[in-house]
């Protein structure tokens, strides 16, 4: 190609995430299993669309498939597009409040709830920005700071 090289748009992949969000204010992250791309980083949980689906249902899946909980209402909250180096991924992150049922770490991850600033480490960087927006939310003084 004349002037250089040409660069391959990778095409995103959907992705739902649940911020599950406890009475105390609370919000849930889970750790990424051992064998899976950044296992031991921390992330909100949630998981691909598969074909045909929309955010909510696979994100009604996924927690349910990962964390044995099912899911109220899933409140769209904002869209992110992460470049990783194994993949591009579109992550439609979820407000949930309400849930049944008792968590199970059924992909042997952990799991922990947090508040800002947060506790565990390392955490993915996709899940960076959303430490953000709930401190721009939360009047959180130290936004940009992901640990004490």
Known sequence: MPGGTTVTERQPVDVAVGVLIDADGRFLLTSR???????????????????????????????????GITIGAATPWKVELVDYPHARVRLHFCKVFDWTGAFEMRERQAMAWQTLPVQVAPVLP????????FAAERGFAGATHLQS
């Open 33 to 67: 299993p051992e064998g899976k791309v950044y296992a031991g980083y921390w992330e909100f949980p949630g998981g691909k669309l598969e074909a045909g689906e929309t955010v909510e249902q696979a994100l009604r899946r996924e927690l349910h498939e990962e964390l």
């Open 126 to 133: 996709g899940t960076v920005p959303v430490l953000a927006w």
